[in-house]
């Protein structure tokens, strides 16, 4: 008799709810620990990550946790006025740089591209883009799409994790183990 071997679907989603905002740090965490490990394995590699939700949906907090959880250890700055804060860091010896955009303020979809911002999606680390919207297209497609909404206090988060590319069910998938 044939034995069956238990497949194992890769993981595209993940829902929360957070109670405290010490559950969504500890996400955060969690998803740092997981982009560490896919970019390490794959030396030079990139994601695009997207933070979406309504004005004071947790956002810029979700990655100032996931930043500071990579081991940037200085403050993380909200990129609302700059568009973008560069974070460069060192994981097992690999240099990346994560690049945190805020589209919020911008006025035209190309004023990111006019400023010189699209170089940054093609070096080794992580494009995290709060508002993509705002860019009507004009960004490079992302591996990640992570929503968020305020729930009943400030505290409290509806966090979902959608896994886009390959890539980004990878890294989905580190999570899961």
């Given at each position: 008799m044939?034995?069956?071997?238990?497949?194992?679907?890769?993981?595209?989603?993940?829902?929360?709810?957070?109670?405290?905002e010490a559950d969504t740090a500890s996400l955060a965490k969690q998803l740092a620990a997981s982009?560490?490990?896919?970019?390490?394995?794959?030396?030079g590699s990139h994601l695009n990550i997207?933070?979406?939700?309504?004005?004071?949906?947790?956002?810029?907090?979700?990655?100032?946790?996931?930043?500071?959880?990579?081991?940037?250890?200085?403050?993380?700055k909200s990129p609302t006025y700059t568009l973008?804060?560069?974070?460069?860091?060192?994981?097992?010896?690999?240099?990346i740089t994560v690049h945190h955009f805020d589209l919020y303020r911008m006025r035209d979809p190309l004023e990111w591209q006019?400023?010189?911002?699209?170089?940054h999606f093609d070096v080794p680390g992580i494009c995290l883009i709060e508002w993509p919207e705002k860019a009507e297209g004009t960004l490079p497609?992302?591996?990640?799409?992570?929503?968020?909404?305020?729930?009943?206090?400030?505290?409290e988060r509806a966090i979902k994790i959608n896994a886009i590319t390959e890539s980004?069910?990878?890294?989905?998938?580190?999570?899961?183990?």
């Amino acid at each position: 008799m044939a034995q069956r071997q238990a497949i194992q679907t890769p993981l595209t989603a993940i829902d929360l709810y957070c109670r405290q905002e010490a559950d969504t740090a500890s996400l955060a965490k969690q998803l740092a620990a997981s982009f560490e490990h896919f970019l390490t394995k794959q030396p030079g590699s990139h994601l695009n990550i997207s933070l979406e939700g309504d004005l004071g949906a947790g956002k810029t907090t979700f990655a100032r946790y996931l930043i500071q959880a990579m081991g940037h250890e200085g403050k993380v700055k909200s990129p609302t006025y700059t568009l973008c804060e560069p974070y460069p860091l060192q994981l097992k010896g690999q240099d990346i740089t994560v690049h945190h955009f805020d589209l919020y303020r911008m006025r035209d979809p190309l004023e990111w591209q006019e400023a010189g911002f699209a170089e940054h999606f093609d070096v080794p680390g992580i494009c995290l883009i709060e508002w993509p919207e705002k860019a009507e297209g004009t960004l490079p497609g992302f591996d990640i799409q992570i929503q968020l909404a305020a729930v009943a206090n400030e505290n409290e988060r509806a966090i979902k994790i959608n896994a886009i590319t390959e890539s980004g069910k990878m890294v989905l998938q580190e999570i899961r183990q």
